[in-house]
């Protein structure tokens, strides 16, 4: 039987919860320029990553050191069903780990892109939350 410590998840979800006001401020900033929309989209995965992880340290599974969310997200699906809606707002989130972190023409990113990575992030870490108070009943 997996260990169940809510109070493991935190940490995560307070950087977590960081990452997703810089999201936000990042999105709904009129002066954000496309380069700066882009690192939005990071801090929307970096949201995302975080609650991800704060998930497995409170049920005790296997942490991955990894950015992928797809790959931290396996542990879960192992012992959990997850809803598609997060499986597929964790993909869409999932190039912006990378991308926007370097020069490149994948640094730069629109409004609605910033914007929707908001909303991923939102879903992902409100999954997670919901999945450490659950384990905590």
């Given amino acids: 039987m997996l260990r169940r410590d809510p109070a493991a998840a935190v940490p995560w979800f307070g950087l977590a919860d960081a990452d ?3 999201a936000r401020w990042i999105a ?18 970096q ?21 992928d969310l797809q790959a931290l997200l396996k542990p879960c699906v ?3 069903s997850l809803d598609e809606l997060v499986l597929t707002a964790a993909d869409a989130l999932a ?3 990378v ?7 994948r640094r730069a990113a ?8 908001v909303v ?10 919901a999945v450490v108070a659950e384990s905590h009943v």
Wanted: aromatic share 6%.
């Fill in 20 to 22: 997703l006001v810089v």
């Fill in 28 to 45: 709904t900033n009129p002066l954000a320029t496309a380069e700066l929309l882009g690192l939005g989209c990071f801090h929307g995965q």
């Fill in 47 to 67: 949201a995302a990553e975080k609650a991800i992880k704060g998930v497995l340290a409170a049920l005790d599974l296997p942490q991955p050191y990894s950015h």
């Fill in 78 to 80: 192992a012992v959990m």
């Fill in 95 to 97: 190039d912006y780990g």
């Fill in 99 to 105: 991308g926007p972190r370097y020069p490149g023409p």
């Fill in 110 to 117: 629109s409004r609605a892109l910033a914007e929707r990575a």
């Fill in 120 to 129: 991923d992030a939102e879903l992902v870490v409100a999954w997670a939350r």
